[in-house]
């Protein structure tokens, strides 16, 4: 971002006039409204998460110094670390709105505003702020968002993971909770009869029978436990369970409207040609409880990480640097104050050595069960049983 390096104290280390990057940002909105007849805007981040870096009032005394070259505002926020502007579910949302605020004071031009916005009540609080509200992820993870919120249809939210929607190792941009994103070519599903069975009320389940159900199928869901939700149910971590359990809403809702009906606490065990098993090969360790111990995770797995929530409870938790090593950078940072604030301390590798502990979690996969990849697993096995259906 080459603005933001020229106006950001924490990246511009210039002695010349540019040291002032308020300068280079002037000759450029010049030279741009010089060169076109549309509107010209600037997107800037209202805070970096950096003392050293932009804060809310330096970047309303940018602003205000540029207001007359500009048509519009867009406030976000983040640089390159260690938050950037994709805010993962451990912050609040709508996001950035107290800054935005300070920013606005005494503007005149119009003001966009992005950030975590989800549902139409995010959005409206948005506009006690900006005039304009600005919706990224969530029209990811649900392109009809406006439409059903509209019509008052149940929204696929999203669940602010940030794990494939970045698209930075990929150089695409998919979804967890939306597995037909970024397919481009991908024709709509013909309209089917007839009946089908789906095994298991966990995401993927739950994924399988919307897609069958709304192709036109009658969908049975047989659930062996006494509710739906599989894996979603051993969530200890507070603010990933809101999240998730949010998607689980969602579904449960959907396939309400789509008159799915569901069996619980019904185990099948045989699974015929209208039959859909739906059942991850692979789980996270389930939870085991402990008191009065000495914990130790060293392990990448999303599950001993959810979990270090609840153990720290009854008892005393560490969990290494390495473990969390994977997560995106906000995430990271987000999560390692979640768990400053309950008790769990993170520590180097190397101090993990001298932890004599009760109990030591130490697994590292390198292909391990998700959410999105569940969904879509889900997702696939409905599509290809559709069409195998038409092609008999």
Known sequence: YLVAQFLSP???KRRDKYGNGVVFLSELL???????????????????FDPSGLTPQRVHEIVKEVEPLLSYVHISAGR????????????KRPAFIEEARIVREGLRIPMFLVGSVVTLDDAEKVLDTADVVVIGRQLLADPDWPIKVKLGLPIRSCIRCNQSCRGFMTREVRCDVNPELGWKILPPL??????????????????????????????????KEDRLG????????????MKFLQLLNCYINELKRLNVKIRLNTEVKDCDTDCIWAVPEE??????EYRGLKILIDSNLYAYQDYAFEWVRHNEVYITERS????????????????????????????????????????????????????SRGYWLARNYILTKITQ
């Open 10 to 12: 924490a990246t511009n």
């Open 30 to 48: 010049k030279a741009v409204r010089t060169a076109v007849s549309i509107p010209v805007g600037l997107r800037i981040s209202a805070t970096e």
């Open 80 to 91: 390159d670390g260690p938050l950037g502007s994709s805010m993962p579910f451990y912050y």
């Open 190 to 223: 013909p309209r089917v009869t007839g009946q089908v069975r789906v095994i298991g009320g966990g995401v993927m389940g739950l994924e399988a029978a919307r897609v069958l159900a709304s192709a036109g199928l009658e969908v049975e869901l047989y659930e």
């Open 230 to 241: 599989g894996q979603l149910n051993w969530l200890f971590d507070p603010w990933k369970r």
């Open 283 to 288: 789980t996270q360790p389930r939870f085991i």
């Open 324 to 375: 969390l090593r994977e997560l995106d950078l906000a995430r990271r940072y987000l999560l390692i104050r979640a768990y400053e604030g309950v008790g769990v301390k993170v520590i180097s590798d190397k101090e993990a050595g001298s932890i004599k502990a009760n109990i030591t979690m130490r697994e590292f996969r390198r292909d391990q069960p998700n959410l999105g990849k569940s969904i």
